[in-house]
């Protein structure tokens, strides 16, 4: 068959147009995402390529992020109602619930958890001097909650079967960067979570639960990390494809949400261009070598 200029001309652009729109991937689903604070954040990039692949969306986050304001805008962007929650408060997440399921006209079929906060790290207290109190407050705040989550969504019975939850988390639960600090616990101790509640929700409900280890991402939360942008530059050079954004982050939430990833649990899943697998890269021994 021949196909004049024009017929080429229009055959590339539908093409290129294809490749370029929503796939559809999240129609007809519901979801909560945790944890969008700016539009540098993770949750707020997920929340927009959810709404993108036609999920109807949530948002919530605690009441001193909320006071910010900015989450508004995200609201606005994706038709969904903010609803405030404690994630540490147990009444404040059955609230949480009962509020989305109502709004929703049903059950949830995910959930985005993308919640971190170190009082010691704020303080800029080493590893080694912790507080403890601060030290109980960051592992509550940042890895109970998980499973405060978890525990509200069984309880209630506020999950569709085949449901997926994704909690986002980071290498330093399995290796050691020293600035990192009681973060890394707190990572480990979510991971742990995961797996363990995993377990018991895929047998009564066919949910998957999985974590996502992301590449060293510019957020507003990750970037009060001591020595964050020499840290990203290491790990651009120590990765073969480079660091993975916070887009492509949410690209990879949104196919563990979708049905193409039903048999996906229990997982921590690296999502860092290559870092975790890698001893040294050619980029990085050139460095070391000037």
Known sequence: MRFCS?????YFYAQFKYHNMAYNLLQGKKGIIFGALDEKSIAWRTALKCYEE????????????????????????????????????????????EDATAHFGGKIDFILHSIGMSLNVRKGKSYTELDYGFNQKTLDISAMSLHRVLRTAWDMDALNEWGSVVALTYIAAQRVFPHYSEMADAKALLESVARSFGYHYAIKKKVRIN????????????????????????AEKMS?????????????????FSDLTRMVTMQNLFHDGGFSFMGVTQEVLNEMEK
């Open 6 to 10: 024009l017929h080429l001309n229009t």
């Open 54 to 97: 036609g999920a109807q969306l949530v948002l919530t986050n605690a009441p001193v992020a909320l006071r910010m304001g900015e989450i508004n805008k995200l609201s606005e962007a994706t038709n969904a109602p903010v609803i405030g929650a404690d994630v540490t408060n147990m009444d404040d997440l059955k609230k949480l619930f």
């Open 211 to 234: 974590t996502v280890s992301q590449s060293p991402t510019r957020t507003t939360a990750g970037s009060g990390v001591k020595g964050f942008d020499g840290f990203m530059n290491y």
């Open 240 to 256: 073969p494809m480079g660091n993975a954004s916070s887009d492509d982050c949410a690209n990879y939430c949104v196919s563990l």
